[in-house]
């Protein structure tokens, strides 16, 4: 449970012992002041996970890739899922509602947003700065 903070969970260069992905699995991450989860240049699982009422984003993934799957992305001041140049983020079955945007990805990395679950604001703008890079469903 990461709650009640200025930022929730900042993995900025986090790099794991064995060269996998860091690992986010059957957490609570809310009420944070700045985004719940953000991440830079490393690449980042969130799995199962309760992502709800951050100041900002609920999931920022900057220069780097996440693989978001199962989660609820509830009630962010600011998108859901945000995964901005060189992206490469693949964002399944979740459920993202009550956001100011659903999903927010570009940047020159294809990224895949497929089989989730969208009642926000505005669901969200689906793009890249290159046509092809995006495969949504």
């Not at 709800?52 to 009630?75: K, L, P």
């Not at 100011?100 to 969208?118: A, H, I, M, P, T």
């Given at each position: ?92 079955g ?27 604001t ?16």
């Amino acid at each position: 449970l990461v709650t009640g903070n200025g930022a929730g969970i900042d993995a900025d260069l986090l790099r794991s012992s064995e060269r996998t992905a860091n690992r986010v699995v059957d957490s609570t991450v809310s009420a944070n002041l700045a985004n719940g989860i953000s991440l830079r240049e490393t690449r980042l699982e969130v799995r199962n996970c309760t992502v709800g009422e951050n100041g900002n984003d609920g999931i920022y993934v900057e220069h780097g890739g996440a693989e978001v799957a199962g989660c609820h992305i509830e009630r962010n001041t600011g998108t859901g899922v945000e995964s901005s140049d060189r992206g490469g983020s693949d964002i399944h079955g979740n459920w993202i509602t009550g956001n100011g945007q659903g999903v927010v990805v570009g940047g020159d990395w294809s990224s895949s947003v497929r089989n989730n679950y969208f009642n926000n604001t505005d669901n969200g703008f689906f793009g890249a700065s290159v046509a092809g890079l995006l495969n949504y469903e």
